[in-house]
């Protein structure tokens, strides 16, 4: 990768001794980092006694989605020999894929090594065995993961650092890949709250107060005129 890194480590390294390891790791990028569509992998590549560019190397642009297969891969010298090598990438996505890498005839393998990328968020790990008595120091890496100075994360599968009395004999990196993560969704805006819509408040309506109707006094039957004739005396 051209791209300048910053190494955060989020699996170890350590110095494995002949057995077969596995490490997967998990990774998101930081909230408002820069994104981007586009991705990459490679199966293999190598600096040292060796060098080896990247094969089964891979790049999307744009979104665009592509594939890498080679079967198998041998270093001008013979010393590296790579079988299985198959690489994707897409928007926002990669993955890389080794089935297995051999160096000096064997004396140190690699079996099943893997990279995901998809969102800013991914994994790596492989199987690592090699004859101590031969290989002195071996230092292995699995499931690293790099910051880039663009935004986005490579994650590897497989890291794997051969010393020799002068220094490092050969480092070799299997299963490689890097993707952004998408872009973050806007949140909807929250819809206006209304005040609830009261109604006037009216004061009851009274009915008219009317007093009530006095009735007039019952009125008694006129008497009747009663003509007599009084006596005249005198």
Do not use: W
């Not at 990438?89 to 393998?109: F, P």
């Not at 952004?180 to 008219?208: I, Q, V």
Request: hydrophobic letters at 30%.
């Amino acid at each position: 990768m051209t791209n300048r890194r910053r190494t955060a480590t989020l699996a170890g390294v350590a110095a494995v001794a002949g057995g077969a390891v596995t490490a997967t790791v998990f990774s998101l990028l930081p909230a408002g980092a820069a994104s981007s569509p586009n991705s990459s992998a490679y199966g293999i590549a190598g600096s040292g006694s060796v060098p080896i560019s990247q094969h089964g190397s891979v790049a999307s642009t744009g979104g665009a989605s592509h594939a890498s297969t080679e079967s198998s891969y041998t270093s001008p010298d013979s010393t590296v020999q790579a079988t299985g090598i198959r690489s994707t990438a897409s928007a926002y996505a990669s993955t890389s894929n080794v089935a297995s890498v051999k160096y000096i005839n064997g004396l140190l393998k690699v079996s099943s090594a893997y990279a995901n990328c998809n969102g800013g968020k991914g994994s790596g790990g492989g199987s690592v065995s090699y004859d101590q008595r031969k290989l002195s120091k071996v230092t292995v890496s699995k499931g690293h993961a790099t910051k880039n100075a663009n935004g986005s994360v490579t994650f590897t599968g497989v890291v794997v650092t051969v010393h020799a009395a002068g220094g490092n004999a050969e480092t070799l990196t299997v299963a490689s890949a890097t993707c952004s993560a998408h872009p973050a969704s806007k949140p909807k805006p929250p819809t206006p709250t209304k005040a609830p819509t009261k109604a006037p408040t009216k004061a009851p309506t009274k009915a008219p107060t009317t007093a009530p109707s006095s009735s007039p006094a019952p009125v008694g039957p006129v008497p009747t005129a009663v003509y007599t004739h009084l006596p005249v005396t005198g």
